[in-house]
């Protein structure tokens, strides 16, 4: 039988240790973690360049913490092609 799937979404909360949704995913199957970069929908808390900057670092730490397997995307959430395999 094939493990249960369980998708990931960061939001704000970029870490792994001390995260109980992430850490709940992980006992209850293969994990697929993913960051979508919401500017369609964040009106006036766009982000600026400085956090720009900093989310990109922080993206690429989780993404080698997670060994590469972080699925990143951008624009509506609702609307983003997401295909997991």
Not at 27 to 35: N, S, T, W
Request: proline fraction near 4%.
């Amino acid at each position: 039988m094939a493990s249960k799937k369980i998708i990931h979404w960061f939001r704000q909360d970029l870490r792994l240790t001390d995260n109980p949704s992430f850490s709940s995913a992980t006992k209850q199957g293969v994990v697929l973690p993913i960051y979508i970069l919401d500017d369609f929908n964040c009106k006036s808390k766009a982000l600026g360049a400085a956090s720009r900057c900093w989310l990109h670092r922080s993206l690429l730490e989780l993404n080698t913490t997670l060994d590469c397997k972080l699925i990143t995307k951008s624009g509506d959430p609702a609307g983003c092609d997401l295909v997991l395999m």
